[in-house]
């Protein structure tokens, strides 16, 4: 299986896999806890090997746990075997009107960029990967494979994407679960204009199935901000509806209320042991990968 995708892409740029390759490890997100480096089991005829350990999740065989390593860590750990080791990636990106907001790069395109590299890397650790995108409603769904096409088939339709119409997180999350069959790791991509409490009540379906979920909160930097003077217009990129307003006499209130739903998201992932990262347009994705990185 080649490590590269066949052909240049938007996306997925010559720079950009040359800064791939300095990622000598997977990310925090695929190595799920193990307590050794990853290393393929060899099968022999119609058996399987014991491959390494993981943490113990609810709903998990307990009778897979090596009580032995309990007795050392005071945790549990599960024995795994080749069969589990092919890890699954599930990448769900937002692809509403509202991810289409931004200059001079867009939350959609820098989201893709993303998503793009995060999907290579998971591909290069021969790991299987789904990309599943969505506004109100799921759009497009490319089931998990670890294949060479089917890389460059996710880029293709990461090229081939644009904004659609309103965000609605929750919904999408309910209708996904049935189309991720197998348990693994769940990346959101997202600029979350959705209601917290609702979000992650559909996110506990995921949690209860053992997945582990990260979310990546995309926003640009003016969307944090409100810049300008005087008498402006402002615009909803969902409903279209249209305010105009004196930028110094609403800016404190938004830059309070912009302020209270990150953190909104943030304690409620904290709480329920997600991991949560805000991902400013103006700075590099690839600093998405530090949060990421498994530092051994």
Same mark, same amino acid.
């Given at each position: 299986?080649?490590?590269?995708?066949?052909?240049?892409?938007?996306?997925? +740029?010559?720079?950009?896999?040359?800064?791939?390759?300095? =990622?000598? =490890?997977?990310?925090?997100?695929?190595?799920?806890?193990?307590?050794?480096?990853?290393? $393929?089991?060899?099968?022999?005829? !119609?058996?399987?090997?014991?491959?390494?350990?993981?943490? %113990?999740?609810?709903?998990?065989?307990? !009778?897979?746990?090596?009580?032995?390593? %309990?007795? $050392?860590?005071?945790?549990?750990?599960?024995?795994?075997?080749?069969?589990?080791?092919?890890?699954?990636?599930?990448?769900?990106?937002?692809?509403?009107? #509202?991810?289409?907001?931004?200059?001079?790069?867009?939350?959609?395109?820098?989201? #893709?960029?993303?998503?793009? !590299?995060?999907?290579?890397?998971?591909?290069?650790?021969?790991? +299987?990967?789904?990309?599943?995108?969505?506004?109100?409603?799921?759009?497009?769904?490319?089931?998990?494979? @670890?294949?060479?096409?089917?890389?460059?088939?996710?880029?293709?339709?990461?090229?081939?994407?644009?904004?659609?119409?309103?965000?609605?997180?929750?919904?999408?999350?309910?209708?996904? @679960?049935?189309?991720?069959?197998?348990?693994?790791?769940?990346?959101?991509?997202?600029? =979350?204009?959705?209601?917290?409490?609702?979000?992650?009540?559909?996110?506990?379906?995921?949690?209860? +199935? @053992?997945?582990?979920?990260?979310?990546?909160?995309?926003?640009?930097?003016?969307?944090?901000?409100?810049? @300008?003077?005087?008498?402006?217009?402002?615009?909803?990129?969902?409903?279209?509806?249209?305010?105009?307003?004196?930028?110094?006499?609403?800016?404190?209130?938004?830059?309070?209320?912009?302020?209270?739903?990150?953190?909104?998201?943030?304690?409620?992932?904290?709480?329920?042991?997600?991991? %949560?990262?805000?991902?400013?347009?103006?700075?590099?994705?690839?600093?998405?990968?530090?949060?990421?990185?498994?530092?051994?």
């Amino acid at each position: 299986m080649s490590a590269t995708p066949k052909t240049s892409h938007k996306y997925l +740029r010559p720079e950009d896999l040359a800064k791939l390759g300095a =990622f000598e =490890f997977a990310p925090k997100l695929l190595v799920e806890g193990y307590l050794s480096g990853r290393h $393929r089991s060899r099968v022999r005829g !119609a058996s399987v090997e014991f491959h390494d350990y993981r943490q %113990y999740v609810p709903g998990d065989d307990l !009778a897979m746990v090596d009580w032995r390593v %309990y007795a $050392r860590t005071d945790r549990h750990y599960l024995r795994t075997f080749e069969q589990e080791t092919n890890l699954e990636c599930h990448l769900m990106l937002d692809s509403s009107a #509202s991810m289409g907001y931004g200059g001079p790069i867009s939350k959609l395109d820098y989201a #893709s960029f993303f998503t793009a !590299a995060l999907a290579y890397l998971v591909f290069r650790q021969r790991d +299987r990967v789904s990309l599943l995108t969505f506004d109100e409603k799921i759009r497009s769904f490319l089931p998990p494979s @670890g294949t060479s096409r089917h890389l460059n088939e996710m880029l293709h339709l990461l090229e081939n994407n644009t904004p659609g119409s309103k965000t609605s997180l929750s919904v999408a999350l309910r209708k996904a @679960g049935p189309l991720l069959k197998r348990r693994g790791t769940l990346v959101i991509v997202s600029d =979350f204009f959705d209601d917290p409490g609702a979000i992650f009540s559909a996110l506990s379906i995921y949690l209860h +199935r @053992g997945f582990r979920v990260h979310l990546f909160h995309i926003l640009d930097p003016t969307e944090m901000e409100l810049p @300008g003077d005087g008498l402006l217009s402002y615009v909803d990129m969902e409903s279209r509806h249209r305010t105009v307003a004196h930028a110094g006499d609403i800016r404190r209130a938004y830059q309070t209320a912009i302020g209270q739903h990150i953190e909104n998201l943030r304690r409620l992932a904290a709480a329920k042991q997600i991991d %949560y990262a805000l991902a400013r347009t103006d700075h590099s994705f690839f600093n998405l990968f530090d949060h990421l990185c498994d530092h051994r």
